[in-house]
C-alpha cells in the first residue's frame, strides 16, 4: 500500500517552455501533497505543500507564479514549471501525506528535469 | 521556520560495525521525526520514525532516539551491511501544515 506514482520520469525541454508533472496517489487518498526539489548530492528542498481544493502554500522564496501548483482531486496534484529556463533543471520529487497515519509521508520516484 | 542540521555528511564504517547519524531541530512545535534512505537516483524510503512523546524506538538493526528537550534525535544502526549502503536523511516535522524539512543528509559507505 501507500504507492505513490509521478509522470514522466524524466523530461527533456527547451529554454522557455512549460513543463507539467503528475503525482498521484494510487492506493490511498490524500488531501495534503508536497513537492521538493532536489539537486544533485543535495537534500530536499520543500518547494510548496499542495491542499486539495485549496490554493497551494510557498516556502520562501519559491515564486508561485513559474512553479504552478493544482491538487484538483484527493489522488492527484500537478506541478507546472513555467517558462523554464537551464538553472530549473533539478529533479522534483513529490510526497503525499495518508490520511489513515497522519504524518506519513510516502514519496513518488521524482522526475529529472533538463531545460536545454 | 524549522531548521533542521545534520551530521555527518559522510560516513565510512566497516561491514558488522556501527553507524550513527546526528540531527538538530530548531522548531519546538515539531513533533514527528521520520528519517529516510535514498539510494542514487531513487525515491526516499521511510526506514524508520518516532513521535515527540517517545524516546526511543527500534526496528531491527535500526533505531532511533529522541531528546525533545535538547531537539536532538539521532539514527543508529547495528551489524551494518554493504546493501545499508545510501544517503540518509532525516527529517522533522509535523506542525501546523504538516510539512517536513529534511536534513542535509548523510553519505553512508559500508565497506565489505
Known amino acids: 500500500g501507500a504507492v505513490v506514482s509521478q509522470h514522466p520520469s524524466r523530461v527533456i525541454c527547451k529554454s522557455g517552455t512549460s513543463v507539467k508533472i503528475e503525482c498521484r496517489s494510487l492506493d490511498f487518498q490524500a488531501t495534503t501533497m508536497f513537492w521538493y526539489r532536489q539537486f544533485p548530492k543535495q537534500s530536499l528542498m520543500l518547494m510548496a505543500t499542495s491542499n486539495e481544493g485549496s490554493k497551494a502554500t510557498y516556502e520562501q522564496g519559491v515564486e508561485k507564479d513559474k512553479f504552478l501548483i493544482n491538487h484538483a482531486s484527493l489522488t492527484l496534484s500537478t506541478l507546472t514549471v513555467t517558462s523554464a529556463h537551464p538553472e530549473d533543471s533539478s529533479f522534483y520529487i513529490c510526497?503525499?501525506?495518508?490520511?489513515?497515519?497522519?504524518?506519513?509521508?510516502?514519496f513518488g520516484p521524482g522526475t529529472r528535469l533538463t531545460v536545454l | 521556520g524549522e531548521n533542521v542540521e545534520q551530521h555527518p555528511s559522510t560516513l565510512s564504517v566497516q561491514e558488522g560495525d556501527s553507524a550513527v547519524i546526528k540531527c538538530t531541530y530548531s522548531?519546538?512545535?515539531?513533533?514527528?521525526f521520520p528519517w529516510y534512505k535514498q539510494e542514487l537516483g531513487k525515491r526516499p524510503q521511510l526506514i524508520i520514525d518516532?513521535?515527540?512523546?517517545?524516546g526511543e524506538k527500534k526496528d531491527q538493526r535500526i533505531a532511533v532516539t529522541l531528546n525533545k528537550t535538547a531537539k536532538h534525535f539521532s539514527l543508529h544502526i547495528t551489524e551494518t551491511q554493504p546493501e545499508d549502503s545510501a544517503v540518509y536523511f532525516c527529517?522533522?516535522?509535523?506542525?501546523?501544515?504538516?510539512?517536513?524539512?529534511f536534513g542535509t543528509g548523510t553519505s553512508l559507505t559500508v565497506i565489505p
Open positions: 527529517a522533522a516535522g509535523g506542525g501546523a501544515g504538516n510539512q517536513f524539512y
Open positions: 510526497s503525499a501525506r495518508d490520511l489513515g497515519r497522519t504524518d506519513t509521508q510516502y
Open positions: 518516532i513521535r515527540s512523546n517517545v
Open positions: 522548531d519546538s512545535a515539531s513533533n514527528y
